[in-house]
């Protein structure tokens, strides 16, 4: 399926990472601290804040997997009832989070705050759990647009995950989180154009009217919005979809990346403004669901090569990349594969920093070296960026075996296995309820709920909210039948 990477598309890509590059460098000044690199000073505007937080979730994998799953055999637009749930998210995370993120005091990370609403030993494990869903997102999403640069160029999987992180490196290297909510800012406009145009562009090498296509999909059962089915297997249902991408979208907004970009912004009411406009933004969904359905008749008008058939079997999410590569001219080529890039890279950067910051303030900073200078502990986050990247190259290598299932699938289930956990730790941290004794077994009891959800099928949509719910009600009720203690300082 490889086409090969013209020099003009190549030219046109490293143009524009390289102009992404000193404009967002340009625009986040200079650093003097820890909280300069990792908060930004709290002085940035909410509108980039809010472009950051989508282009954030907006990853490559939504850029090509969304299509390839609107595209594959029985596909249709049930996705649309996850985004309906993403929305919703965004929305009940400025409403439950935001303002306690916003005003604490004395902790400088969400796993802070959950230390001192709980105790620090529930903080440092929960940060454990964060860094480890950093791990586990960021190798699905590098795999992601590894492939795409694979299918372009021929490169292999290792070169090509190489090259994506090395601009992720660097632009989380340049001013820490500034660089990378302004180059999230430009690459949220630079995807979302790309992704108007890829719709447009194939709507215009569609034959017959618009009307008649429509029809055609209809008949073929792919326009469908809604699926009310009660069965706990299927996947992409109004109840295992709305209800599964809101715990989500709490799970991930419990992260030290939401932590980071709340304190970013200017006051609390630019917060809310950053969040309840991160749910508007998410109807560039419905052009990227647009864009698959596009393929799916280009396809039955053009035909496919048996060879690609074939391949499309095990590496579905190839459908897109093809077809930038073999129908569109040259240097508009290298436009949508940038597009794709900025989705792939304003995902990674913010994971890098993220994973950096918790590394210096709860690792280093506590057992390592205490007292040292801002310049030295500037320098060990540096150090700390680079040793993540690595990390996260060699797990999105590991997760390229696993790809025949679909990485839009992979990238909701794999976190999954963490989410309930999350979830259940920030609700239970925001209440004030628990400590580190009744926080393990509800661990235990969410991690023993989440083996047997998935050792019977239901749907990983589910996973979240049952095993949240349950580890939820055994640390309340453990500490219900506690004997009154002493109270605690909540922040």
Not at 91 to 98: K, P, Q, R, T
Not at 114 to 143: F, H, P, Q, Y
Not at 275 to 287: E, G, K, S
Not at 334 to 352: E, K, N, Q, R, V
């Amino acid at each position: 399926m490889n086409s090969g990477l013209g020099w003009i598309d190549a030219l046109v890509i490293l143009a524009l990472m390289a102009g992404v590059t000193w404009l967002g460098h340009r625009l986040s000044g200079s650093i003097s601290d820890r909280r300069a690199f990792f908060q930004a000073d709290g002085g940035l505007p909410w509108w980039a804040v809010s472009a950051s937080v989508v282009a954030t979730l907006v990853s490559s994998v939504t850029f090509i997997s969304v299509p390839a799953a609107v595209f594959r055999e029985g596909g249709n637009l049930t996705y649309f009832q996850v985004v309906i749930g993403l929305a919703i998210g965004k929305l009940a995370i400025a409403w439950l989070l935001a303002k306690p993120f916003y005003l604490s005091t004395g902790v400088n990370s969400t796993y802070g705050y959950i230390g001192a609403r709980m105790d620090r030993v529930t903080g440092e494990l929960s940060m454990l759990l964060g860094l480890l869903l950093n791990v586990i997102n960021s190798g699905v999403k590098l795999l992601t647009a590894s492939l795409v640069l694979d299918v372009i160029t021929g490169w292999g999987l290792p070169g090509c995950t190489g090259f994506m992180l090395g601009f992720a490196l660097l632009w989380s290297l340049l001013a820490g989180i500034k660089t990378v909510i302004w180059t999230d800012f430009l690459l949220f406009i630079l995807f979302a154009l790309g992704a108007v145009f890829a719709l447009a562009f194939m709507g215009l090498q569609l034959e017959g009217s618009i009307a008649e296509n429509l029809q055609w999909l209809d008949d073929q059962a792919r326009l469908v919005l809604f699926d009310f089915d009660t069965d706990p297997t299927s996947r992409y249902t109004i109840w295992a979809g709305v209800l599964g991408a809101i715990c989500l979208s709490l799970a991930q907004g419990s992260t030290q990346g939401t932590w980071q970009r709340v304190r970013a912004c200017r006051s609390l009411a630019d917060a809310y403004r950053a969040y309840n406009w991160a749910a508007a933004f998410y109807v560039l969904h419905l052009v990227i669901l647009g864009v698959g359905l596009a393929l799916v008749v280009f396809y039955h008008q053009q035909g496919l090569p048996s060879e690609v058939s074939a391949a499309l079997v095990d590496q579905p999410d190839r459908i897109f990349p093809y077809f930038i590569a073999t129908q569109l001219p040259t240097g508009v080529a290298g436009l949508f594969i940038a597009a794709i890039f900025a989705a792939a890279i304003s995902t990674l950067d913010s994971t890098l920093t993220e994973s950096a910051d918790l590394t210096v303030s709860h690792i280093y900073e506590r057992f390592i070296r205490q007292g040292a200078t801002e310049q030295h502990y500037l320098f060990v986050a540096r150090c700390c960026l680079v040793l993540w990247g690595l990390v996260f190259f060699g797990v999105a290598l590991f997760f390229s075996r696993y790809s025949a299932e679909g990485l839009l699938d992979l990238t909701f289930k794999l976190p999954n296995y963490l989410y309930g956990v999350i979830l259940a730790t920030i609700v239970l941290a925001r209440l004030g309820i628990g400590r580190w004794a009744t926080f393990l077994v509800g661990v235990v009891v969410a991690c023993a709920l989440v083996a047997w959800l998935s050792a019977n099928q239901v749907a990983f949509f589910y996973w979240s909210p049952v095993t949240g719910a349950a580890m939820f009600f055994t640390v309340w009720g453990l500490e219900r039948s506690r004997p009154l203690r002493d109270p605690v300082v909540r922040l």
